[in-house]
């Protein structure tokens, strides 16, 4: 059972919370999740279980697409709606025209500060626990790529954008620079990621769906999420469980066939599961090479160093 599936992350719970409800349901070992997504933010979180973990490293997670609500008017200390406000400005008329001008005003290649409410590290320690000191440190801007800013709609004070960018990009400083450039302050209110690599929204497998798997009930928050001293729904079977999510798996071939790979033979397949034995054929320069027996992934070769 190496496979992926694309969860739909529920407000208010962490990527590590979504893991641990994985793991306990289904009963797999191994479980992991690529691309941290905020406890307020929604959406797309890819997911690897069993075998499918060793394969994150080689995803092409180059592209993201979020779905962000961004409130003018207001700033606040982390960013987005779970800090408080730390700046008020009077929001000016907006017309479109001047909003998808400024939108697109955005676009290309910039440099982005990471938040100080943010995991990015310094010295070893993650920026928030020097901001939650009340410490400040100087980060180094980083290098990003905004390829889209389409406005979805502007009800001031609020406005959605669909931003389409590279890895990395948090969507928190686009919101705040954002209202600079429309003449206010502002953060980030609501976030959603509709796509991350090769996962996109159209194949989210969403808690509700979860639970009708686990419970035949809908009610998620009951079923996977009890508080403590109510009473416990009871789960079907894990292998029960397992097969009702087979719809959802998608294969590691289907998410790697941005790397060049090889269809290997009887004799180099019994190989290389037995010794780990690679084929005595040139494999691709500068690359990691995916290694195939039919569409079932055996293994990923890293790029000669």
């Known amino acids: 059972m190496d496979r992926f599936f694309v969860v ?12 641990a409800v994985i793991r306990a349901v289904t009963g797999f070992k ?14 797309v979180l890819p997911i690897a279980v069993e075998g499918a973990t060793k394969f994150i490293q080689y995803l092409d997670e180059s592209v993201k697409i979020y779905d962000a ?6 700033a606040t200390d982390t960013g987005d709606p779970t800090g408080t406000v730390s700046a008020e400005a009077p929001v000016p008329p907006l017309r479109r025209a001047e909003v998808e001008r400024v939108l697109a005003s955005f676009i290309g290649p910039r440099m982005q500060v990471p938040p100080k409410y943010s995991a990015v590290k310094l010295g070893g320690r993650p920026l928030y626990s020097y901001a939650r000191q009340g410490v400040a440190v100087e980060v180094s801007a980083r290098p990003i790529v ?5 406005l979805l709609e502007l009800e001031p004070p609020r406005l959605r954008v669909l931003i389409r960018c590279s890895r990395g990009t948090y969507a928190r400083v686009i919101a705040e620079e954002l209202g600079t450039a429309l003449g206010t302050v502002g953060h980030l209110s609501a976030l959603r990621r509709v796509r991350s690599g090769p996962f996109v929204e159209e194949n989210v497998l969403s808690f509700r769906q979860l639970s009708e798997v686990v419970a035949g009930d809908s009610a998620w928050d009951r079923v996977l999420r009890a508080a403590r001293g109510q009473d416990r729904v009871v789960w ?13 798996l998608i294969r590691p071939r289907e998410v790697l066939r941005h790397l060049p790979a ?3 033979t009887a004799i180099e397949e019994r190989r290389f599961r037995t010794s780990g ?5 040139p494999l691709a320069s500068g690359s990691a090479t ?13 790029p000669a160093r």
């Open 8 to 19: 739909d992350k529920p407000p208010g719970l962490t990527s590590h919370d979504v893991v």
């Open 30 to 43: 191994k479980v992991g999740h690529t691309g941290t997504l905020d406890p307020f933010a929604t959406g």
């Open 69 to 74: 609500t961004v409130e003018l008017g207001r």
């Open 146 to 150: 905004i390829e889209g800013m389409d």
């Open 236 to 248: 079907r079977g894990r292998e029960e469980v397992r097969a009702g999510l087979d719809r959802w």
């Open 262 to 264: 090889i269809t290997l």
């Open 277 to 281: 034995a690679l084929p005595a054929r």
């Open 290 to 302: 995916v290694l195939l027996s039919g569409e079932d992934v055996l293994g990923v070769v890293p």
